[in-house]
């Protein structure tokens, strides 16, 4: 079950949860606060980047840490995203979107993964572990560990 900050008012820091942000529009444009409305609700921020795929299906993961927390905001798209808590077998899914814009935030001990859903997805990243950190705390398995996950299926 994914949690909601309008279905946990404590934060359940072991759980993935996924958090709205504020989002204002005027006859300018828009801005969505990315940072500023998920601020107590992530370690010490260590690295933002950047990532993009550029095809519809492509799919990056499945990897755990056990340290290591991140974000998920999704710029331009929409993506899947697949976790599973270490120990259990019934995956989550979270998709994300430009147009109802949130941040998944991945605590530590998860396996994670996203595919694109559209062309061009671009995500921004945002963790408490320096590159160098995540690599010597990445545990990585195979994609389809979890079964066919990956795919949109009818309803």
């Known amino acids: 079950m994914i949690l909601t900050n309008y279905e946990f008012g404590g934060f359940d820091?072991?759980?993935?949860?996924?958090?709205?942000?504020?989002?204002?529009?005027?006859?300018?444009?828009?801005l969505n606060q990315i940072f500023e409305s998920t601020k107590n609700l992530f370690p010490e921020v260590k690295r933002i980047y950047l990532v993009g795929n550029f095809g519809k299906g492509v799919i990056r993961?499945?990897?755990?840490?056990?340290?290591?927390w991140k974000y998920f905001y999704v710029v331009k798209g929409a993506a899947k995203f697949v976790a599973v808590k270490?120990?259990?077998k019934d995956p989550e899914t979270i998709v994300l979107s430009e147009k109802n814009p949130s941040i998944l935030v991945v605590p530590p001990n998860y396996y994670h993964g996203w595919v694109s859903l559209e062309e061009d997805t671009v995500l921004i990243g945002i963790s408490n572990k320096t590159l160098e950190e995540s690599l010597k705390d990445?545990?990585?398995v195979d994609p389809n560990k979890f079964g066919d996950v990956w795919s949109v299926k009818p309803r």
Not at 61 to 68: A, I
Request: glycine share 10%; hydrophobic share 30%; charged share 40%.
């Open 13 to 30: 820091m072991e759980r993935i949860r996924l958090v709205s942000i504020e989002t204002h529009v005027d006859d300018r444009g828009f």
């Open 61 to 68: 993961g499945l990897h755990m840490h056990r340290t290591e």
């Open 86 to 88: 270490e120990g259990e």
């Open 138 to 140: 990445d545990i990585r």
